[in-house]
Every structure is written in structure tokens, then in C-alpha cells.
């Protein structure tokens, strides 16, 4: 049965903000919430940049029954892999085992500031890698890999382990993503414009590369961005933290300020024509339903922009409750 979750966006509001709507949508019956972690926004004048764990942590605190995911964590290049196993171990405890790890292959914005972002085959090779610390220090057994070619690590284990087993989901937008999740994490994560590629090109691979590794079939865990606005100016105040998200080399770029600069030049209408808008949630019911029949998601968040943040989670909660009473 699919839970319904709330996408919490550290690139669109400030961590003290997310915290009040994540406890905003555990109230209007969410759940589960997704928390974005970004070290730096898509444009540098406007947006935010919170620590994600610590988000996370206090939302921990301040929540009782919603299932918490990250959405993502890179575990690549500013976060150790192993710090990143203590630090989803130490959210499981805190929040009294509610807690999912949600990690991905990295973005330019968040990783190039501190280093080297190395092209997709060395990234998805240091994740296959990092999955085999990750997956075993959160069941709590000691790893050791003195000869890792990126994370060598002596004997040790978590002792502060999870209270529970913490699933890991891999991010993926592609195939071959798509397939190390099947083959090595618990579920696969992804963003969804088209249910039809998203199922062909993510969720059906990492199913049958499950399949054919001998597992049980991957979790699916998905989000779908919209814009809630009655007016393409209303639109436009919305995506005003968003607006370097679709612009071109967005992926390996390391500067708000030249994203914001290419999205100005884009323009308004190239803007707007990026993203999905409603002017109320129940026209998002057709989508969802499609993607919900397609591809049988374990969870799907809506990710919508807006000028009011906790308006829009109240407004979309009748939705979600349709989306219920389909099934």
C-alpha cells in the first residue's frame, strides 16, 4: 500500500521553517517527510542552505509518527560514507526508529565547493563502494576494507547502532542507477515528470536487476515536483529559489551566482514552461493516479513550490486523501 509523503526543500526555506512544516504535515496526515540537503541553494539571492542532519534531528525531535527520509545524502566526497552511517543510525535512535536513508551519486552546487566532482563512472564507482559500508555498519556489523580504492577503512562498527533496520534507498534518474539499486541498496528514489520513462527507465530496471540478482523486489520511493499557483507571476515568486534547477550543466555546476545568471537568461516563459503548475491540488489527481496504477510506488511525496509552505501542505492533504480512497 502506498504512503503518501511531504518533500522539505533546505534549497527553498530556512531549517526553522522546514521543521514547523514537517510538523505541519504529520498533523494533516503525511506520511512520511523527505528532506532535501544541500550545502549551498540553486541561486545565491534567494533560497536557503541548512545542515541537513541537523534539520533532520530536530524534526526527529518534534515529530511522532511519520516515517523520515533523506532525500538526498551524498555519501561521496563532503560526507564520509561512514559518517554518514552514524549519523542515519543516530536519526533511527532519535526518532525512535522512523528513519530511511536516502543517498545519490552528488550534484556540482553541493560537492565541487569542497573538491574534486569527478565524472558519473567514478561517482557510481565510489557508491557501489560506499554501499558496502553503508548497508552493513546500519545492521550493525563491523566492516573492515584496509585496501577500499576510495574509502579504506580499519575495523569498526557503529556504538550507537539503529534501534531498527535502516533501509537505504539509492537515488537514480537513469538506468544504470537504477540497476546498483536493484542490485545493492533496499529501494530506489526518484523524481517523476513522466510516469511512463521514470517506469521504463528507473523503477522497472531496478526491479528486474533485483530479479535477477535473487533479492526482493527494491522499494520505490518517489517525489513529483509542482508549482501551486493561481498566476504565472504567483508562479514565478515560487520558483524564484528554484530557477537554476532546470538550467543547462545544472548537474556539475558549482556557483549560485552563474546558475542564477543562466537562469535570468533563460528567461520567465523558458522558466515556467520547466515545471508543472495547478492552480488548485485536485488537478494533480489524473497525474497521481497514473503514476500510482504505473508504477505502484511505496512512496510517493509531492514536492510542490509555493509562496506559503504551510498553506500548500494543507491544501494538498484533500488530495492526498482522494489519492487514499481510490485504492
Not at 118 to 134: D, H, I, K, Q, S
Not at 229 to 238: F, I, Q, T, V
Amino acid at each position: 500500500m502506498t504512503r503518501f509523503g511531504w518533500f522539505l526543500g533546505h534549497e527553498e526555506w530556512q531549517p526553522e521553517s522546514l521543521v514547523t512544516q514537517a510538523c505541519r504535515a504529520e498533523q494533516a496526515g503525511f506520511d512520511a517527510i523527505l528532506v532535501s540537503d544541500h550545502l549551498q541553494p540553486w541561486v545565491d539571492d534567494a533560497g536557503a542552505a541548512g545542515y541537513g542532519w541537523a534539520t533532520l534531528g530536530a524534526i526527529a525531535a518534534s515529530t511522532r509518527r511519520a516515517t523520515l527520509v533523506s532525500a538526498v545524502a551524498c555519501p561521496l566526497f563532503r560526507q564520509h560514507p561512514v559518517l554518514v552511517a552514524q549519523a542515519a543510525a543516530t536519526l533511527d535512535r532519535l526518532s525512535g526508529g522512523r528513519f530511511e536513508l536516502g543517498v545519490g551519486t552528488g550534484e556540482g552546487i553541493n560537492e565541487a565547493p569542497l573538491g574534486r566532482f569527478p565524472g558519473y563512472p567514478e561517482r557510481l564507482a565510489r557508491m557501489t563502494e560506499a554501499l558496502g559500508l553503508l548497508r552493513p555498519l546500519l545492521a550493525g556489523e563491523t566492516v573492515r576494507q584496509p585496501d577500499g580504492a576510495y574509502y579504506p577503512v580499519s575495523s569498526m562498527r557503529l556504538h550507537s547502532p539503529p534501534l531498527t533496520r535502516v533501509p537505504v534507498h539509492l537515488a537514480a534518474a537513469g538506468p544504470r542507477s537504477a540497476a546498483t539499486a536493484g542490485r545493492l541498496a533496499d529501494g530506489v528514489l526518484s523524481s517523476v515528470k513522466d510516469p511512463e520513462r521514470t517506469g521504463r527507465e528507473v523503477v522497472d530496471v531496478a526491479r528486474a536487476a533485483a530479479a535477477a540478482a535473487g533479492r526482493t523486489p527494491p522499494r520505490v520511493v518517489l517525489t513529483s515536483f509542482v508549482v501551486l499557483a493561481d498566476s504565472d507571476d504567483e508562479a514565478m515568486r515560487a520558483l524564484r529559489p528554484w530557477r537554476g534547477l532546470r538550467t543547462p550543466g545544472r548537474l556539475v555546476a558549482s556557483s549560485p551566482t552563474r546558475l542564477r545568471q543562466r537562469a535570468d537568461r533563460l528567461g520567465r516563459e523558458r522558466i515556467l514552461a520547466g515545471y508543472r503548475r495547478v492552480a488548485e491540488p485536485r488537478q494533480l489527481f489524473d497525474f497521481c493516479a497514473r503514476l500510482l496504477d504505473r508504477l505502484r510506488p511505496d512512496v510517493l511525496a509531492l514536492q510542490v513550490a509555493a509562496t506559503d509552505g504551510t498553506a500548500a501542505i494543507d491544501r494538498c492533504a484533500e488530495l492526498v486523501d482522494r489519492l487514499r480512497q481510490r485504492r
